[in-house]
C-alpha cells in the first residue's frame, strides 16, 4: 500500500531533480557496507572531520535519523542499513548512499575493540547484501567504494566522493585525517585505536585460515561473488584451505539471520520513503520525527 502511494506521488514530478518547488533541501549523505567490520566507521569519521560536514551521528544512527536542527549537509551511517535504504534513495534526489565493499574474508576475521576475544562478524551479511548492491549499484547516488581501494588511496577516494555529491568539499585530505580527528568512544572501540588510514588489515584472512574453513562450512563457498567484485580470478584460492581444520571459536555477532530479525531490519523502509516524499512535496516539515517514532 505504502509503496503504490509513493509510485503516484513520483507520477507527479521528477524525482531526479536537485530543487523541490524553489527550495533547497538538505543533502543525506548514508554509509552503508557490505557488512560490519568493512571499514564505514573510519569512512565516517574521515568524512565527519574532513569534509564539510555541518552534522553526524555520534557513532552509528540508522536512515531514519533527523539532525537535530537545520543543516545542509548531513552525515550518517548503519552498515546494515543496505535493507532499508532503496525505496527512500528511488524518492529523495538529495539522499547519497555510500556502500563500503570489503573483501568478506578480511571482514569476517576482523576483531571489534567491545571484544577482543571472537570473531566480530559472519559471512551472513555477505550473502544478503551482494545481491542488493549488484541490483541498486547503477543507480547514480549510490555510490560503491572499495575498502581496499580507500585504505590504499584515501585521497584518490575522497577526490571521487567529491566528484559524485556535488555539495561535498575539502577542508582537510583524508590522508591527514588521524592529525584533526576526534572521534568518539564509541567510534574508538571500532577503530580500535586513532591511526593513519592504511591498507594493513588487507589480506589479514590468510592467517585465519581455520576462521575461513569454519565460515564456507556455515555458509558455503563464496568463490562466485568473490570472482564477481574482483577480488579472485578463480577458484583456486580455495587450494589455501586444503588440509585445514574448521576453527571452533564462535562469532561475537548471531551466525545466521532469522526471520524475525530480517522482518525488523526492513521494518519503516516504505514509511521512511513517503515520508521523504511527503516532506519533498511539501506536504510534512524537513524536521518532522525519524519514521521509527510514527
Known amino acids: 500500500m505504502l509503496n503504490g502511494s509513493i509510485q503516484k506521488l513520483l507520477a507527479i514530478r521528477s524525482f531526479e531533480e536537485d530543487e523541490w518547488f524553489g527550495e533547497l533541501i538538505m543533502v543525506h549523505i548514508h554509509i552503508v557496507g557490505s557488512g560490519p567490520r568493512t571499514g564505514t566507521t573510519l569512512l565516517a569519521e574521515a568524512m565527519k572531520f574532513c569534509c564539510n ?46 556502500c563500503l565493499l570489503r573483501d568478506p574474508r578480511d571482514a569476517v576475521v576482523s576483531q571489534h575493540g567491545k571484544d577482543k576475544e571472537q570473531y566480530w562478524s559472519t559471512l551472513r551479511y555477505w550473502q544478503a547484501f551482494t545481491p542488493l548492491i549488484k541490483a541498486y549499484q547503477h543507480h547514480p547516488r549510490f555510490i560503491v567504494i572499495r575498502y581496499e581501494d580507500f585504505a590504499c588511496e584515501p585521497d584518490k577516494i575522497q577526490r571521487l566522493l567529491i566528484n559524485r555529491i556535488p ?80 576453527s571452533t571459536t564462535r562469532s561475537h555477532l548471531p551466525e545466521y539471520f532469522s526471520e524475525n530479525e530480517l522482518r525488523s531490519r526492513k521494518k519503516y523502509r516504505y514509511v521512511e520513503a513517503l515520508r521523504r516524499c511527503l516532506v519533498r512535496f511539501k506536504l510534512l516539515p524537513s524536521n518532522f520525527p525519524r519514521s521509527t517514532q510514527i
Open 167 to 246: 555539495a561535498l568539499e575539502q577542508r582537510y585530505k583524508f590522508s591527514d585525517y588521524h592529525l584533526v580527528a576526534k572521534p568518539s568512544v564509541e567510534s574508538q572501540h571500532a577503530l580500535k585505536q586513532l591511526r593513519p588510514i592504511s591498507g594493513a588489515g588487507i589480506g589479514a584472512w590468510k592467517h585465519h585460515l581455520p576462521r575461513i574453513v569454519q565460515q564456507l562450512q556455515a555458509h558455503g563457498d563464496i568463490s562466485g561473488s568473490l570472482i564477481e567484485f574482483g577480488y579472485e580470478t578463480d577458484k583456486a584460492w580455495l587450494s589455501a584451505l586444503t588440509g585445514i581444520e574448521a
Open 53 to 98: 560536514i555541518d552534522y553526524a551521528s555520534e557513532h552509528e544512527d540508522k536512515l531514519f535519523a533527523r539532525p537535530r536542527q537545520p543543516v545542509d549537509m548531513f552525515l550518517t551511517k548503519y552498515p546494515s542499513d543496505l535493507f532499508v535504504v532503496w525505496p527512500s534513495l528511488r524518492v529523495d534526489p538529495r539522499l547519497y548512499v555510500i
